[in-house]
Each structure stands twice: as C-alpha cells, then as structure tokens.
C-alpha cells in the first residue's frame, strides 16, 4: 500500500474517527474504531460470503467448497505420485495441504463461532469429511513413496534449499506419526480410529461450550441477573472471575464447573482412544506422540512446590482473608486485587485506547500499522465483529486481522487465536498468499455511556492474543505448511508471552492507557503500581502452570483404572498449592485444545 493510499485510508476512516470522539479526547482511527459502538450494516443485496468467499454466502456453500477442494486434492495427489523427486514434488504438497487447510480452518472457526446453527452444522460436516481425507492421505502408500524418493536421493536432498528440505521432512514425519509403516489392515485401523477421534475431538468441543443452568429459586435473586435467563432456569457458561462479589464468584465456580456426565464418559473415552492411536502406531502414549517433534525430549516433566511457591500461596491465604474470610481457596481473584483495584483502572483501558497502544508498539517494532476496514456484505458472522488491515511500511499489505471481541450468546468464552488461511508463495499465480486470522475474546459491550473497557488482565489477554496475530502476519514463508503460527507447537507461545511483558512495562502502558472521557493519562503511581503487581506470585503462577502440564502428561499417558475427576484431584494435591473442590472438573478440563499443547512454553515466564 503506498502512501498516498493510506492518507486515501485515513481520510476515509476520519468521520467514524470524528463520530468516536468523547469529550476532549482524540482517538486515531483504529482507536476509534474499536471505541466506537458498530454500525449495523444492512445487506439487502449481493452478499460476498463469509471472508469473502463467494461460496460460503449460504450454509451450503461448505459442501460446493469442500467439492471443489476434494477435486483439486486428486489432481495434485496425481501430480504428486508422478512428477520427478525435486522441488516441485514439496511444492505439491504444500499446494495440496494449502487447498484441504483453506477450507478445513475456516470451518473449523465457523462451527464455534457463527451464531447461526445452520452454518456450524454445515461447518461441522465439513470438518469431519476434509478431516477423514487428510488422514486416508497421511496413509496414503504411493504419496509417501514419492516423498521418500526424494529425500532418500542424496544427490536430488542435496540440491534441495534449506526450507524446501525442511517442509519435506515434516511431510514425512506426518506421515510416520500417521502409522504408514504399518501394514495394509492396520493402517486402515489407524485411519478408523483417526476418524473416531475427528468425531470425539467434536463432541467434547461442543459440549465443553454448553452452560449449565439452575433453577433460579436456588440462588439469591439479587445475583441472577448477572446470568443468562432461560424460563424457570439461569444458565451459567463462566466463572464470572472479575467480579468483586465473593458470593456471585463462588456460585458461578460451582455450578459452571459441575460435572457434565456425558462430556465427562466422552472425555475418558477420547483418552482411551488416542492411547489406543498411538500404541498402534508405535509410540508408549499419546502424550510421547503429542510431544515428537516439539522442544520437549521426554513426556515426563513434573516440578514440585518449591519454597517460594509456597510462600506465595501463604500470602495469598492471608490477603484472602483480610479482604473476606468467605472461600478461602478463591485466590486468584485476591491475588489480581493485590496493590490494585481493577475497576480503578478500566476507564484508562478502553478497548480503543489499548488497540491504539498496540498499533503504537507495532509501528515502533516492526514499522507495521493497523487500519480498521469495512467488510463487505456478508462477510463477517456478526455485525460487531472488526477488521483490520495490518500494513508495513515498505512492504505493502501482510494479511488481515478479523476481531471477533465481543461476547455472545453460544460463543465459547475462551480467547482463541485461529488462521483461516495461512500465507504461501503460490507458484500457481506468482504472488504471495496474504494470511487470514481470526482473534476470538469475549469483551463486555460498549454502553450508552462509555466504550468497552477493560480490566488490566483482560488488556493483557488482548495483548497476548495479538501476538499470535502477529506472528501469523509477520511469518511470511515460502511455504504454508510452516508459516506464521504453524511451527513447533509450544514455541507458538512465545511470541505471545513477549507481548504479555510489553503489556506490563511501564514505557508502554504510559503511552495509551488514557481517560475515555478526559483524556488524562493513566496517573504515573498507578502505573507503577500495575507494573509490581504483575512481579507478585510469580512463583504460584509457574506453579499452576507445572499443573497443567502435569495434569496433561498423565492424561495422556498409560491408562488408569479410575476416572479424569481422580486424577486431577491426586494432581492438584500433589502439584499444586490449592485444594480440589468437590464436585467440580478444573476450568483446563473443559478446554477443548488441550493435549500438551503450549503448557510447557508458559513456563519460560
């Protein structure tokens, strides 16, 4: 983009700069975008389909898209059995893999996130069909052969460059954690247990999303309504942590977390299926599959209370009772209180004041800026949702940026990071592939009165978010099977963890957190204040991490003749400092992406 066109940008974007503006304060553009309440868009005619591809402008759009996409995969799986071993074969491949991951990612995004069944249905299916193709693939004898006979020629892997060579051998690798060593009845008995898994993976999905609900009459009235109404019953889909109600905290942590017994009988039974996956292909357990190919070496990797981390759990113990002796195990909330009181802080941390700063850091890092973008017709799932453009300096236009930040109902409420399309160099069209993704959070609404604003953990989970999204847009690779966020699994993380640090140094919450109304900055003691609180339990918080991951490995590891609730009980007694609570599954239980996937990367914190 040159830059006449992006004057041409802000120009544009100025009346909605103009229409946001509070009192004295002035917002840039993507500032005000954010703080400004959306504009409902009306689309009385041509509908461009959701991120503006022309099939999906309907739900049965996935299955012309997932046709189209299943006949390029056997044109280039035919292209890649009989092209000669070199780079073209790579190229092949990724090609192949690009196609199935266009349409797979998106609708693996859709099937959570449209508030329309219809579409997560659709969006359903599609997951299953293109999931059960991609493993009858990574089975597939001929088109490992053709990988094979490349790598195994030393002449041919030698005149390979570096990235090339190195695509080629992760292909492989997917192929031998596929099972292809296997003989012809027990790959297709790796395949059927792969496709069972596709179907459980689903259900748990899906179920670890359900609310649960109560009668009303079973809690005080002057706390319901801070739940969803459903006749008779309240629904309670999460823990409600920031609350400064000790009561209303408690009862959305008991019942939120109270056993769902058929997602509970599919947990034990997605576990068995993976062990059983994996013993099949030759691995001691899912957890040492899980881990091949990460910065891990070996799955078993437990540390114990130290010290200080016990130290740190008697002072919050004791903050705890001085603030209110009621649920003394509800220290995370006294911890976040520790020296600040958030709500103090939420009018200096409007949503528009933290994308500023984030757009603001960005330019100095990277000479990258964020520009908001109308979407067309039809392109977005819900009309509050943003995009953005995310522009560098010399390099044009890197990819775009969906903003999905505002709470809804039947939306998980779980911050999330997810590619729709990942960036490629297409040989096909001899241009670059720009990288699509989607940043999932669920933010309070903007009111009549004021924007969204937010507490000081809800503006460092934004920050962490954006940092995958940055490295989705600034991973630019030749080739999309290791592009952006797609490398090994748990340094994924860090780009992310490095964008928690900047969101508690003082050089840059200075620089944006500013009065909605006043525009006065946020005092320099409070600053101060925020940047120390964050130094404060450092220790419990490592520790909760070793849980998780501790909880993870033996999950995933040998079976166990009693169920997933007893074990994470025994786990939380013996790796962490807070007692389990009966009749209650941990909150990383109910995740659906859990499976060794980035605990051990939170640990370099």
Not at 8 to 18: D, P
Not at 399 to 428: L, S, V
Request: with cysteine.
């Amino acid at each position: 983009m040159s830059a006449s066109q992006r004057l041409l940008h802000l120009v544009k974007y100025r009346s909605l700069w103009t229409h946001a503006r509070r009192k004295v304060t002035t917002w840039s553009p993507v500032g005000a975008a954010f703080n400004a309440k959306p504009r409902r868009r009306l689309e009385l005619f041509e509908k461009n389909g959701l991120f503006e591809v022309p099939e999906l402008s309907c739900p049965a759009g996935f299955q012309a898209a997932t046709e189209t996409a299943l006949r390029n995969t056997e044109v280039l799986l035919h292209k890649a059995c009989s092209c000669p071993p070199g780079v073209e074969t790579v190229e092949c491949f990724d090609q192949l893999s690009d196609g199935l991951c266009k349409v797979a990612d998106l609708a693996d995004f859709i099937k959570v996130a449209h508030p329309d069944p219809a579409y997560r249905e659709a969006a359903e299916r599609t997951c299953v069909e293109i999931g059960t193709v991609v493993e009858k693939l990574n089975t597939n004898v001929e088109l490992c052969k053709s990988l094979k006979n490349l790598l195994d020629n030393p002449k041919v892997a030698a005149e390979l460059d570096p990235d090339t060579k190195r695509v080629a051998e992760l292909f492989m690798f997917d192929f031998e954690i596929s099972g292809i060593h296997l003989d012809d009845k027990l790959r297709k008995e790796a395949v059927a247990l792969h496709v069972k898994l596709l179907d459980l993976n689903n259900e748990f999905l899906i179920g670890s999303h359900v609310p649960n609900r109560i009668a009303k009459s079973a809690i005080p009235q002057h706390l319901q309504v801070h739940f969803a109404s459903e006749g008779s019953f309240i629904q309670i889909g999460g823990l409600h942590a920031d609350s400064p109600d000790d009561l209303l905290r408690e009862i959305a942590y008991r019942i939120y977390l109270y056993p769902n017994a058929d997602l509970m009988e599919c947990l034990e039974e997605l576990l068995k299926c993976r062990y059983k996956l994996a013993k099949l292909v030759g691995y001691d357990s899912y957890g040492h599959r899980a881990l091949k190919g990460t910065m891990l070496i070996t799955c078993y990797f437990y540390l114990f209370l130290s010290p200080r981390t016990e130290k740190d759990f008697r002072m919050m113990r004791d903050m705890k009772k001085r603030l209110n002796p009621r649920n003394l195990t509800d220290f995370p909330f006294a911890l976040s209180r520790y020296n600040i009181e958030p709500s103090l802080y939420s009018p200096y941390l409007s949503l528009g004041a933290c994308m500023e700063g984030l757009n603001n850091l960005f330019s100095r890092l990277y000479g990258v800026s964020l520009m908001s973008e109308q979407p067309g017709a039809g392109e977005v799932w819900s009309e509050d949702v943003r995009k953005l453009a995310v522009v560098h300096e010399t390099e044009g236009l890197l990819g775009h940026i969906y903003c999905d930040f505002f709470h809804r109902r039947d939306k998980p409420h779980q911050d999330c990071h997810f590619t729709i399309q990942g960036g490629r160099w297409c040989q096909e069209t001899d241009q670059y592939q720009l990288p699509v993704v989607v940043l999932m959070l669920s933010l309070p609404h903007p009111t009549k009165s004021a924007p969204t604003l937010l507490t000081p953990g809800m503006m460092e989970n934004l920050f962490h978010e954006m940092g995958h999204a940055m490295h989705s847009m600034l991973g630019r690779t030749r080739y999309q099977h290791v592009t952006g966020t797609r490398c090994a699994t748990d340094f994924a993380e860090v780009p992310s963890i490095l964008m928690e640090y900047f969101a508690t140094d003082y050089r840059v919450i200075s620089q944006f957190a500013r009065h909605y109304e006043t525009g006065q900055p946020l005092p320099e003691s409070m600053v101060a204040r925020l940047c120390e609180s964050k130094k404060v339990c450092g220790a419990a918080d490592t520790q909760l991490q070793v849980f998780y991951a501790a909880l993870d490995q033996i999950y995933h590891g040998k079976p166990q003749n009693r169920s997933t609730t007893e074990i994470l009980k025994e786990t939380q007694e013996k790796f962490y400092g807070l007692p389990y609570i009966p009749n209650t599954v941990h909150p990383d239980q109910l995740k659906p992406f859990f499976s060794l996937k980035g605990y051990f990367s939170k640990r370099w914190r």
